[in-house]
């Protein structure tokens, strides 16, 4: 069994997003497979397509936004982590 490094605990959900890039231009939709306070785990289809850092759209009107940045890649999901300076609810 791998060591945990997480420092929040992660649970599983099947949420649909949609990633946006810094000037608004859509980066594609991905499905949410685990959160925690502090990142996700996201199923998408080009994980090296995708910027480092991106906005992930987790409403459907874009109200609830965190700002992310990719902690690591593999062949169909990406592992984020939320930066925590940022509001989660766009005004």
């Known amino acids: 069994m791998r060591p945990e490094y997480r420092k929040n ?7 649909g997003a949609r990633m946006v890039s810094a000037d608004g231009a859509t ?15 996201l199923k998408v289809e080009t994980p090296d397509a ?6 992930l759209l ?13 902690a690591w890649r593999s062949g169909t999901a990406i592992g984020v982590y939320f930066h925590q300076d940022t509001p989660i609810k766009k005004k």
């Open 58 to 70: 987790l409403s459907r009107g874009g109200q609830l936004r965190r700002q992310c940045g990719v």
């Open 9 to 15: 605990t992660r649970r599983s959900v099947r949420q």
């Open 27 to 41: 980066l594609g939709k991905c499905l949410m497979l685990d959160v925690s306070a502090s990142g996700a785990r």
């Open 50 to 55: 995708l910027p480092d850092e991106f906005t």
